[in-house]
T-cell receptor, first 114, second 117 residues
Framework: IAGITQAPTSQILAAGRRMTLRCTQD?????MYWYRQDLGLGLRLIHY???????GKGEVPDGYSVSRANTDDFPLTLASAVPSQTSVYFC?????????????FGEGSRLTVL | DQQVKQNSPSLSVQEGRISILNCDYT??????FLWYKKYPAEGPTFLIS?????DKNEDGRFTVFLNKSAKHLSLHIVPSQPGDSAVYFC????????????????FGQGTTLQVKP
């Protein structure tokens, strides 16, 4: 079944450690996104990529980095995790030129930073 | 500053009745509005959208109304079913510089809908 795969689904991490959340899509969508979901704040955009080889900052980019070496993969890295990065992280993709704004989401990665 | 706001954290309705979820926004440059539905332990899924040039869009039991002068939109679910119980997110597109041709969305905080049998 086509879609977005995120890994890991859940992770507990010590503060200061490096962590990479993986995201792979098989829909050949050009654009990909990383959002974090926090209670009372909804989903907030961390980073995005309109096409392979390009990335951009969203609303809350600090402490995170991304890369887009190819169309399918869009990993999110926390270089030195802090407790405020405890959240549920969602990767999403969209087909540029498709239904305006419609995103397809993965099932999320729950990250706890202690 | 929250550009998209869902001021009701939760809503409870009886099966068969109407559910009305509300959303307010501040940026008049938004050109598309979307509703997403999210079940626990799953990612959000697209439900329905509306262009800023329209005031209503209907898809089966789901209708979205847009009032641009009030910067307000609402999602109506009629009739509500227990399977509609989920978190509903309102989202908007186009308010960020250079975002008009991308999928970058700004989301509200979400409203948890409970439909009682």
């Amino acid at each position: 079944i086509a879609g977005i795969t995120q890994a890991p689904t859940s992770q507990i991490l010590a503060a200061g450690r490096r962590m990479t959340l993986r995201c792979t899509q098989d829909m050949r969508h050009n654009a990909m996104y990383w959002y974090r979901q926090d209670l009372g704040l909804g989903l907030r955009l961390i980073h995005y990529s309109n096409t392979a080889g390009t990335t951009g900052k969203g609303e809350v980019p600090d402490g995170y980095s991304v890369s887009r070496a190819n169309t399918d993969d869009f990993p999110l890295t926390l270089a030195s995790a802090v407790p405020s990065q405890t959240s549920v992280y969602f990767c999403a993709s969209s087909a540029r030129g498709g239904l305006a704004g419609e995103l397809f989401f993965g099932e999320g990665s729950r990250l706890t930073v202690l | 500053d929250q550009q998209v706001k869902q001021n009701s954290p939760s809503l409870s309705v009886q099966e068969g009745r109407i559910s009305i979820l509300n959303c307010d926004y501040t940026n008049s440059m938004f050109d598309y509005f979307l509703w997403y539905k999210k079940y626990p332990a799953e990612g959000p899924t697209f439900l329905i959208s509306i262009s800023s040039i329209k005031d209503k869009n209907e898809d089966g039991r789901f209708t979205v109304f847009l009032n641009k002068s009030a910067k307000h939109l609402s999602l109506h679910i009629v009739p509500s079913q227990p399977g509609d119980s989920a978190v509903y997110f309102c989202a908007a597109k186009g308010g960020l510089a250079g975002s008009s041709n991308t999928g970058k969305l700004i989301f509200g905080q979400g409203t948890t809908l409970q439909v009682k049998p």
